[in-house]
């Protein structure tokens, strides 16, 4: 059971290798981070959520630049760190200094409020070491029929991720760590096919695979305990990756501000 205000939470902020985002570029700002999202910069819609749930207590932001919180209202107390080469370091990092209970998230997550935090924390198991959360097709689709997402294809239904995840015991270092050699070879389609493991490949490949089972192959793998809790919210997987999902998010909180 988290305490109030006791779970340190990790939003990711940064550019792979520093490279500029090309909606940041058409934005004029910095960082993707900053996209002013119906007049707000998104890592700041971020921030509120967090701040309006219970659980949550410090907050720090990962960026290669440190300065990126100056002149944004509202983050006096939030830390800047300065983010590692990858997502995954950039983790291992936090996870090392902060420790556990670890929530991360990412800058992108503009539709993040405190309903899907709390239910993402209710609900994970704690005989869990790390837990992900996921969003079924057709929860997403009922509240966004038009949206475009990567799903992940299983017997039991198909699947979007929803960028947070929840480590909760030090052996989650252990996922983070098989994140990080999956990172390494981003570019080396069989060598990462060797470290996920042929039965998980085959398994995928034929759709005999579950929700569960896939948690229990990794969980195999990467020698940590993991889960995958399903939510109930289509918001939760809707992050801004395109000029397409920015325009859906201005559309859907025009559409609430009106309501």
């Not at 939470?9 to 910095?30: E, F, K």
């Not at 819609?45 to 630049?65: K, Q």
């Not at 070491?129 to 689709?141: K, L, S």
């Not at 195999?220 to 920015?246: C, E, F, M, Q, Y």
């Amino acid at each position: 059971m988290i305490g109030a205000g006791s779970l340190t939470v990790l939003i990711l902020a940064g550019s792979r290798r520093g490279a500029a985002d090309p909606m940041a570029v058409a934005a004029q700002v910095s960082h993707k981070a900053l996209l002013p999202v119906a007049g707000t910069p998104m890592l700041l819609r971020v921030i509120r959520a967090l701040r309006a749930t219970p659980a949550i207590g410090r907050i720090i932001v990962s960026c290669e630049r440190t300065d990126l919180l100056d002149g944004i209202a509202e983050t006096a107390e939030v830390l800047a760190i300065r983010a590692e080469a990858s997502p995954a370091a950039s983790v291992a990092a936090a996870l090392r200094a902060y420790g556990t209970p670890l929530l991360v998230t990412t800058a992108d997550h503009a539709l993040l409020s405190p309903a899907i935090l709390s239910e993402f924390l209710a609900q994970a198991p704690q005989s869990a070491d790390a837990v992900a959360a996921v969003a079924r097709a057709e929860t997403i689709r009922a509240g966004y029929p038009d949206t475009r997402r990567t799903w992940i294809r299983l017997r039991d239904g198909d699947f979007s991720g929803c960028n947070l995840f929840l480590l909760r015991t030090p052996q989650a270092g252990r996922a983070v760590a098989f994140w990080q050699h999956l990172e390494a070879q981003r570019k080396r389609p069989l060598a990462m096919a060797r470290l996920v493991g042929l039965r998980a490949l085959v398994g995928y490949a034929l759709k005999i695979l579950t929700l569960d089972g896939v948690a229990r192959l990794l969980s195999r793998r990467t020698g940590a305990a993991l889960a995958a809790i399903i939510l109930s919210h289509a918001d939760a997987a809707i992050d801004v990756d395109k000029p397409a999902d920015l325009a859906l998010v201005e559309k859907t909180l025009a559409a609430r501000a009106a309501a």
